[in-house]
């Protein structure tokens, strides 16, 4: 089996950033695959990306994130978290051997009256914490929009001002091979980003910062 990841893993070399200004190689190795190798997740492992979320930032150290966790070692709890996901993610990420649901506390703790303006920003940092380290750690993660809310509020019985926002594919690399044809070619295509003047302004909106140009 070790061979067969390797080769896929040399395969999609090219998926490697290649950024314009040096950054960490943690950086340039994260991409967010479809395919997972049919390969468990050590459970140090899971608990170290989920460690790297703990100790992410947060306004007034709130910590507003929450994880539910469902590995294929359960399937009656895998099952359950992968009916949360929309039809089209559920064709892929069943492959996963980890799934998650990432949901946000959106009133300061103690405070249900208020409303946490930056809760989605901080569960935003807490999963690329735990994203970047998972690249460190050899494992892949693929966050997903298409969830089903209310379909998690159910299943999971959450509570009212908690609301399940993301959900996270987690594993080894797979073959693209075992992917449709769309997927499979957005699998093996380049990736690219917009440059640094598209998005750092400078004296006003939309005016590209000298220190880009």
């Known amino acids: 089996m070790s061979n067969t990841i390797d080769k896929t893993a040399e395969d999609l070399a090219h998926k490697a950033a290649r950024p314009d200004h040096d950054i960490l190689d943690v950086f340039t190795k994260r991409w967010s695959p479809r395919a997972f190798a049919?390969?468990?997740?050590?459970?140090?492992?899971?608990?170290?990306?989920?460690?790297?979320?703990?100790?992410?930032?947060?306004?007034?150290?709130?910590?507003?994130?929450?994880?539910?966790?469902?590995?294929?070692?359960?399937?009656?709890?895998?099952?359950?978290?992968?009916?949360?996901?929309?039809?089209?993610?559920?064709?892929?990420?069943?492959?996963?051997?980890?799934?998650?649901?990432?949901?946000?506390?959106?009133?300061?703790?103690?405070?249900?009256?208020?409303?946490?303006?930056?809760?989605?920003?901080?569960?935003?940092?807490?999963?690329?914490?735990?994203?970047?380290?998972?690249?460190a750690l050899g494992l892949y993660v693929h966050q997903m929009a298409g969830i089903l809310p209310d379909e998690a509020r159910k299943r999971y019985e959450i509570p009212d001002g908690y609301r399940a926002v993301t959900g996270l594919a987690l594993g080894y690399l797979g073959d693209p091979d075992q992917l449709p044809g769309g997927l499979r070619e957005g699998e093996l295509s380049e990736r690219s980003r917009k440059p640094l003047a598209d998005f750092v302004f400078s004296g006003r909106w939309g005016e590209s910062a000298d220190l880009v140009d």
């Open 38 to 135: 049919d390969r468990a997740v050590e459970p140090e492992k899971l608990r170290q990306v989920l460690e790297a979320a703990r100790w992410s930032a947060s306004s007034y150290n709130e910590q507003p994130w929450h994880y539910i966790v469902a590995t294929r070692h359960d399937p009656d709890a895998y099952d359950q978290l992968l009916g949360c996901l929309n039809e089209f993610n559920a064709s892929w990420a069943k492959n996963a051997p980890v799934l998650m649901l990432a949901v946000i506390r959106e009133f300061p703790e103690g405070d249900p009256d208020k409303t946490n303006r930056v809760a989605l920003h901080d569960l935003g940092a807490a999963s690329a914490s735990l994203s970047y380290q998972a690249t």
